[in-house]
């Protein structure tokens, strides 16, 4: 999910601003992933936490508190345990998807297995909700086991409508909000919740996490098809052969003629592709602008990510999560 390749990089403006916060979840992500009785799980947790992601989930909820003037030490733990939530989904998606490189590494279920990420996947979860609770605050514990099983709904429900031409944009976006935006909302708002936050602010807080979360996906999904592999860590058409049916083929699915239909219960529904298919969907989408159509989608979630902010103090935080909501839809300029 790269972002790197802009001018200016407000995650790292953000990482900057919180180092010291961002260095104590570090050493407490380290201090959790320990296994007395199985080296395997520090092993492979440390394959992935140590690959270069951004820390993008729990640099917000760091921004978060501090934006809402928290000056306890929870908002650390609650960092750590977005940090990993986010790990153990990925771990499971690499099986699910059958990946082979994530952050332009090897994945763990190629280096070790698919039982070791399964299982290393569902010791994280657990020890996600070990840290939720030293918080001792009840709604903190809600906010965040029902990011988790909205997680795991999205991902469930992504299985049946990935590759189901009836799948819609209401559904795509359901996947969406589900696989990606709820752990991005659970992790703002938390911040906002363990800083005794105004329930308006703690609501902003939210609906920036849902809005930035679902604009980054529509992104994300955007890049798969125009993207920069280098900067992607993905090939181009990566979920066109996995059949994944997203926003912009959505768009050209909902335009298309019976012929073109017809291709796309070819290649989509029934998986049967041949040399040259990936070029046609290429020319379909642009036959329709369904990439111009999915980047302005993806630029009004940014909107609402930013309007969302309006009603909490202006502090310098603010304005770098309002860069980062722009930031996140200059990858596809």
Known sequence: ????????KPHEALAAL?????????????????????PRIPEVTAHLVGAGGKR????????????????????VHLAATVEFIHTATLLHDDV???????????????????????????????????????????????????????????????LTAATDLRTDESVYLQVVRGKTAALFSAATEVGGVIAG??????????????????????VDDLLDYQGDTKATGKNVGDDFRERKLTLPVIK???????EERAFWVRTIEKGRQEDGDLEHALELMAKYGTLDATRADALAWADKAKAALAVLPETQIRGLLIDLADYVVARVS
């Open 1 to 8: 999910m790269g972002l790197d390749h802009a001018s200016t």
């Open 56 to 75: 993008l989930r729990p640099m917000l909820t760091l921004a978060a508190a501090r934006m809402c003037g928290y000056d306890g030490p929870y908002h």
């Open 252 to 258: 050209a699915v909902a335009q298309a003629t019976e």
């Open 18 to 38: 919180l180092a010291d916060e961002m260095d104590a979840v570090n050493a407490l992500i380290t201090e959790r992933m320990a296994s007395e009785h199985a």
């Open 96 to 158: 699910v998807d059958e990946s082979a490189q994530r952050r332009g590494r090897p994945t763990a279920n190629l280096l070790w297995d698919n039982k070791s990420s399964v299982l290393v996947g569902d010791y994280l979860f657990s020890r996600s909700f070990q840290l939720m609770t030293e918080t001792g605050s009840l709604d903190v514990l809600r906010i965040l086991s029902n990011a988790s099983a909205t997680i795991a709904e999205g991902e469930v429900l992504q």
């Open 197 to 218: 936050a105004d329930p308006a602010h703690v609501k902003a807080l939210f609906d920036y996490g849902d809005a930035l979360g679902i604009s980054f996906q529509i």
